[in-house]
């Protein structure tokens, strides 16, 4: 366990909404010890005490439902020490004070090559890590190159390459519940499961991130790192184990099976739209080129679809689809594992089930089954659903996400060779997009996307 986090990058969005939560959310639970201190580092000219009030101010904002003595102590935890990441020399002041330590970059991911190399040249004491936020590189060749740097610097084991997907408690599920149940595993293949959709719709527009968001677009945002990972723990093989190693060599093999695409192949196969003018609830929404700060010749998609096909002995034959866009009517973050026919039934029932769908709520967690079950009458079917709401997670992801930093469990983050894997998946449809082979289609605000093509 490390008893010391330096955040580069502290005074931005991310340090403000999720990681100082998750660190306070670790505090109330008691998970992080005495002596655990927080580093803010930043190119502001603030001292401790300002940060300490600013952080403060957004444990009150973003985490009001922690007792007030766990936000308290987190606070109280604080420093800050002065950095621009260009500058090595500001980043070894910031990172020095003994024993090792948990450099987390919140950073703008342009950045991340000069903190990798300031941190080389700080020289970190052993046991340190090194914490990058996703996106990991804007395409295959970038990604190649910083996990190259990074190996310059350090040893893999103490690199954690952040998907906070990961850390979340029904995206474990996913694995655990097929796992873990007899009923599902035996029939967890293209046998018997014609496709699988995962779905991340979201209700939020841009909401002000056009210095993020633009000419990043969905797929790279959300399909290239989180979709893909759900892809991974729907499909993965059942590893020899938990721990970091077995389970990413057996991700990385998912990823290493989906089919190559070619570029023909990948226009069939991905759709990317982005929203116009319209009205999600009460919210009058401008359209996606109209938004502050977005430069409409960079052609930023905000939806995105791919269909993906898995070429091993358990999945060939079941189509993967992958969908996530902003603006939508509604939010819907699922999984959903939609299974064949049954192959008959008996001859003059003229019973026609419904084939059945199982489906992972990923935000609000639920799970249901849908089947076909007793009607009224003998011989009658009539479609039901089982559904359970599940128990909310203890811990935010960002708190499960930073426990397996300070506990050098990295089996939530994404190993180098896997973030290339997943590149190298959505490389043709980037492509196909770039040569315009895919025509960049438009949907209203407030509506369910694209319609059918
Ligand atoms: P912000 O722009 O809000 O914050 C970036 C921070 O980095 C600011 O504190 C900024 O300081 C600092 N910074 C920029 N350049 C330097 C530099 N040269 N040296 C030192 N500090 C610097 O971005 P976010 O917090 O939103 O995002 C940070 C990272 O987290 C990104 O990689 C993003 O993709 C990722 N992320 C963010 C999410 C979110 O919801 N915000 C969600 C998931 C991932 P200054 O004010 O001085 O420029």
Redesign the pocket.
């Known amino acids: 366990m490390i008893d010391r986090l330096v955040i580069?990058?502290?005074?931005?969005?991310?340090?403000?909404?999720?990681l100082l939560p998750g660190l306070a959310a670790l505090r109330a639970a008691g998970l992080l010890g005495e002596r655990f201190q927080v580093i803010g580092?930043?190119?502001?000219d603030w001292d401790d005490a300002r940060f300490r009030s600013w952080a403060a101010a957004q444990l009150d904002r973003h985490a009001p439902h922690l007792p007030a003595d766990a936000r308290q102590a987190m606070v109280s935890a604080c420093g800050y020490r002065r950095?621009?990441?260009?500058?090595p020399d500001s980043v070894a002041v910031a990172v020095e004070g003994g024993g090792p330590v948990a450099a987390y970059?919140?950073?703008?991911?342009p950045?991340?090559p000069?903190?990798v190399r300031a941190l080389g040249s700080a020289g970190l004491p052993a046991g340190s890590r090194i914490v990058?936020?996703?996106?990991f590189g804007e395409d295959l060749a970038s990604a190649e190159s910083l996990n190259r740097l990074i190996a310059e610097t350090m040893s893999e084991r103490d690199v954690f390459r952040?998907d906070?997907f990961l850390a979340m408690t029904t995206v474990q599920n996913v694995l655990g519940l097929r796992l873990a149940n007899r009923v599902l595993e035996p029939i967890w293949n293209s046998a018997h499961i014609a496709c699988v959709d995962i779905v991340w719709d979201e209700s939020l527009a841009l909401e002000g991130?056009a210095?993020?968001y633009d000419g990043v677009g969905a797929l790279k945002d959300m399909v290239q790192n989180h979709l893909l990972q759900l892809l991974c723990l729907v499909a993965v093989e059942p590893p020899a184990s938990l721990g970091e190693r077995d389970l990413r060599d057996r991700k990385v093999d998912v990823l290493r099976s989906v089919r190559p695409l070619t570029l023909a192949g990948a226009a069939r196969a991905s759709r990317r739209a982005r929203y116009t003018a319209g009205r999600i609830g009460d919210r009058d929404v401008p359209a996606y080129v109209d938004e502050e700060g977005v430069d409409p010749a960079l052609g930023t998609e905000t939806f995105a679809e791919l269909e993906l096909e898995i070429d091993n002995w358990r999945w060939l034959g079941t189509a993967f689809r992958l969908r996530t866009g902003k603006a939508l009517g509604c939010d819907r973050k699922e999984v959903t594992v939609r299974f064949r026919e049954v192959p008959g039934m008996p001859s003059g029932s003229g019973i026609c089930p419904a084939p059945n769908v199982l489906r992972f709520g990923l935000e609000p967690e639920t799970l249901s089954l849908e089947l076909s079950g007793v009607g009224a009458r003998i011989g009658e079917l009539s479609p039901q659903t089982l559904a359970a709401k599940l128990r909310s997670p203890e811990l935010p992801a960002y708190g499960q996400l930073l426990l397996g930093i300070v506990n050098q469990e990295a089996a939530l983050s994404i190993r180098g060779d896997e973030a290339e894997e997943a590149w190298r998946v959505i490389t043709p449809a980037l492509d196909a997009w770039s040569s315009g082979l895919v025509p960049m289609e438009e949907y209203p605000a407030g509506t369910n996307g694209p319609g059918p093509r």
């Open positions: 580069f990058g502290a005074t931005g969005d991310l340090a403000a909404r999720y580092s930043g190119r502001e950095s621009d990441v260009r500058d970059l919140a950073l703008p991911p950045v991340f000069s903190a990058l936020e996703k996106p952040v906070h991130r210095a993020y």
